[in-house]
């Protein structure tokens, strides 16, 4: 069992920045693979990045070149710095975990492959 809890949103003008960070607790988070998934209101949630153990990383096409996924084992914290950002990119921003030691770009992006999740973090990005 992990427990994850988000921290980081607020709100920011377009062309801002933020980092999000996941905290786990109850496991060492090396030995699970991690995901950032977002929801708009009125809209499904979506995948936005994803690392692996082995610090294999994913992205949506959508932050491609914008976001980037990292992680800190020895503070059990996987990190997700936003840049650029767009008011596109407002939404609740959960992170997942998932003790799997294989991650693939399909099962990255799939909700299915993460039985953790913690509560969110609301961005909002003003224009």
């Known amino acids: 069992q992990v427990q994850l809890v988000e921290s980081g949103g607020g709100l920011v003008q377009a062309g801002g920045s933020l980092r999000l960070s996941c905290a786990a607790s109850?496991?060492?988070?090396?030995?699970?693979?991690v995901g950032w998934f977002r929801q708009a209101p009125g809209k499904e949630r979506e995948f936005v990045a994803a690392?692996?153990?082995?610090?294999?990383?994913y992205y949506a096409d959508s932050v491609k070149g914008r976001f980037t996924i990292s992680k800190d084992n020895a503070k059990n914290t996987v990190y997700l710095q936003m840049n650029t950002l767009k008011p596109e990119d407002t939404a609740v921003y959960s992170c997942?975990?998932?003790?799997?030691?294989?991650?693939?770009?399909?099962?990255?992006?799939?909700?299915?492959?993460?039985?953790?999740w913690g509560q969110g973090t609301q961005v909002t990005v003003s224009s």
């Open positions: 997942a975990a998932s003790f799997s030691s294989t991650l693939r770009p399909t099962t990255a992006r799939a909700t299915g492959t993460y039985p953790y």
């Open positions: 690392i692996s153990r082995s610090a294999t990383t």
């Open positions: 109850g496991r060492t988070f090396s030995n699970y693979a």
